[in-house]
Nanobody, 130 residues
Framework: QVQLVESGGRSVQAGGSLRLSCAASGRSFWSHAMGWFRQAPGKERECVAA????????YYTDSVKGRFTISRDNAKNMVYLQMDSLKPEDTAVYYC???????????????????????WGQGTQVTVSS
């Protein structure tokens, strides 16, 4: 069982920056790939960024490449999403999620599909005004 708590969401003007944090508690955080998802009103939840268990592989959706950075600290059971050059279209509820990765899949595995993620945080609101 893994519990996730996000923080760092707030209102910000376009062009600004935010850093979202996700604190994980429970067992074997290191064996979970982590993802940041977002959901805007009337839209489907999408994977914004993902990171493998070791942190060796990263994923970003096209709309955030070059602006967002995902990272993890397995010693502290933390995952971060640094968001720079924010745009109004980044406005959404952001969720942290954990996906248990069996050993046979290796340290470089991650998924971008929400259905594969086992644990979810409660979400944190990010609002970007123009």
């Amino acid at each position: 069982q893994v519990q996730l708590v996000e923080s760092g969401g707030r209102s910000v003007q376009a062009g600004g920056s935010l850093r979202l944090s996700c604190a994980a508690s429970g067992r074997s955080f290191w064996s979970h790939a982590m993802g940041w998802f977002r959901q805007a009103p009337g839209k489907e939840r999408e994977c914004v960024a993902a990171i493998s268990t070791s942190g060796s592989r990263l994923y970003y959706t096209d709309s955030v490449k070059g602006r967002f950075t995902i990272s993890r600290d397995n010693a502290k059971n933390m995952v971060y999403l640094q968001m720079d050059s924010l745009k109004p279209e980044d406005t959404a509820v952001y969720y942290c999620a954990a996906d248990y990765v069996p050993t046979y899949r290796g340290e470089a595995y991650y998924s971008t599909s929400s259905v594969e993620y086992d644990y979810w945080g409660q979400g944190t609101q990010v609002t970007v005004s123009s």
